[in-house]
């Protein structure tokens, strides 16, 4: 397996790509600012230069590459594989609804003995992220690790896109399927956050809209906790996720943010499912619990791969965590490549969700507010 890297600067600087032609990339990752998928001419110039190479990737809230945490960039990975089969499929979700036949769909797709892994990105609003999952799930099987994001738009959430062999969209979820014996898959997901205040018990929730919170509605309770920070919902969300727990309390590793709130209703919707009657709890920022969170996320996923190190390192960390840190978002993504060791190429975005299975026990779900980690490794 071998890799190679190029950042775009510009728009129209697609000169650059050709310092990846001797690779001879089968696949090629590309994360980059929204006026690279909205402005014509990326896929043109992808295609024309490489035209056996699937074409992958989506429009970001930052770019994460080996050198670093970037805006306004588009990281262009090429990846050539040496002992894995590759599958690249698409399907369009055209409403919130059809969120859990669009995972349906490409996993029926995908489905196969040999199947080892999947990479997915899909819109970044207008979808639930939590049933696009179950349905690609309930198609592969859950013992497939399924890793990827929803793609972001500099934190806007008005329109996202994403990249795949036919061209750039605002509706296509595209998945890759890596098969064979060969490939060594890793992955880690942690957040960092601080838990505060009451759990509420979820007394009314359909799908990722919540209603109610104790019987009261779930935005006047959430406003309530965010006092002066209430007056900018709902981008002051993304400073104050929820902790999601089981009905003992007991947390379940998974996180959820606020994508909207309906003054009308007083409802909120979140950016992935929470069942009703389960428990919510109130989370805010500890930058230096946050950069730790990266580090065990990379640690996760290096276990996985014994005795081995990564050639190439998928790092989606969510536009929340982005905010909150600032000028300091530089040291998560450093904090895991010093885990990760030199040999790992390092490539990612900035998200509006992450997907990859929950490190103890092993079922891909839907998370907020993290940094996802996908390891790749053929061995020899």
């Known amino acids: 397996m071998r890799v190679q890297q190029v950042i775009l600067k510009a728009g129209q600087d697609w000169a650059a790509l050709d310092a990846l032609k001797a690779l001879e990339p089968d696949l090629l990752l590309v994360f980059g600012a929204v006026p690279f998928f909205r402005q014509a001419g990326l896929h043109e110039a992808l295609r024309q230069r490489f035209d056996q190479a699937l074409l992958l990737g989506c429009s970001t809230a930052g770019e994460i590459s080996s050198d670093g945490v970037s805006d306004g960039q588009c990281v262009v990975t090429g990846v050539r594989f040496e002992h894995t089969a590759l599958r690249l499929v698409a399907t369009r979700a055209e409403t919130m609804a059809d969120s859990f036949g669009a995972g349906e769909r490409l996993g029926r797709d995908l489905a196969s003995d040999d199947l080892r892994g999947v990479l997915i990105y899909g819109p970044g609003v207008a979808l639930n992220g939590s049933a696009l999952v179950d349905g690609l799930c309930c198609s592969v099987g859950r013992e497939v690790p399924i890793t990827g994001g929803l793609a972001a738009d500099g934190g806007a959430f008005t329109q996202t896109w994403v990249l795949g062999n036919e061209g750039v969209s605002d509706r296509s979820v595209v998945a890759l399927g890596l098969y064979g014996e ?34 009261e509605p779930a935005l006047t309770i959430y406003k309530r906790y965010l006092g002066d920070h209430a007056k900018d919902l709902p981008a002051s969300g993304l400073l104050f996720p929820f902790s999601m727990q089981d009905e003992a309390l007991e947390g379940t590793g998974l996180i959820r943010t606020i994508l909207s709130v309906d003054e009308a209703s007083g409802s909120l919707t979140l950016a992935g499912e929470v069942a009703q009657g389960s428990y919510l709890k109130l989370m805010q920022a500890s930058t230096d619990r946050l950069i730790d969170g990266a580090e065990n996320a990379a640690e996760a996923a290096r276990a996985m791969l014994p005795g081995e190190q990564a050639s190439l390192a998928i790092l989606v960390s969510c536009v929340g965590r982005k905010l909150v840190m600032g000028s300091q978002v530089d040291e998560e993504v450093d904090a895991a490549a010093g885990v990760l060791g030199a040999q790992a190429l390092i490539t990612g975005f900035y998200s509006n969700g992450e997907i990859s299975p929950l490190v103890a026990s092993g079922v891909c779900q839907l998370h907020n507010q993290t940094m996802t980690i996908t390891t790749l490794h053929e061995a020899a």
């Open 182 to 215: 060969a490939l060594r898959l890793g992955h880690g997901s942690f957040g960092g956050w601080v838990p505060f205040g009451p759990s509420r018990r979820v007394t009314r929730a359909e799908g990722n809209v919540l209603h109610e919170l104790d019987g």
